[in-house]
């Protein structure tokens, strides 16, 4: 089995930052492709910001100059620094990772239970 969990979700203000992880766990022989989507109510699961297994990285244009990804690796975790943080980005936010079970030849995608974000004075 492969969990994804994420935490550092929360309440700030405008302008503020937090950062958030998602600790991916279980039995992993590699991970591909990770991202961040956001929820809000009555809307569909959009993409925030995604690292491919090459390093390269992709950001929505709303959150581009704000927010940065990154990857460890060898803790097979994924982050998502948040800076200037506006009313528009609360959400939940969501981490995907696609990822390859020991002893398996092929790729699964796995969602984590998602943290609440909300930016408010």
């Known amino acids: 089995q492969v969990q994804l969990v994420e935490s550092g979700g929360g309440l700030v203000q405008p302008g503020g930052s937090l950062r958030l992880s998602c600790a991916a766990s279980?039995?992993?022989?590699?991970?591909?492709?990770m991202g961040w989507y956001q929820q809000t109510p009555g809307k569909q699961r959009e993409l925030v910001a995604r690292?491919?297994?090459?390093?390269?990285?992709d950001y929505a244009d709303s959150v581009k100059g704000r927010f940065t990804i990154s990857r460890d690796n060898t803790k097979n975790t994924l982050y998502l620094q948040m800076d200037s943080l506006k009313p528009e980005d609360t959400a939940v936010y969501y981490c995907?990772?696609?990822?390859?079970?020991?002893?398996?030849?092929?790729?699964?995608?796995?969602w984590g239970q998602g943290t609440q974000v909300t930016v408010s004075s």
């Open positions: 995907n990772a696609l990822v390859r079970k020991t002893n398996s030849p092929t790729y699964l995608e796995y």
């Open positions: 279980g039995s992993i022989a590699r991970i591909g492709d």
């Open positions: 690292t491919f297994a090459s390093g390269r990285t």
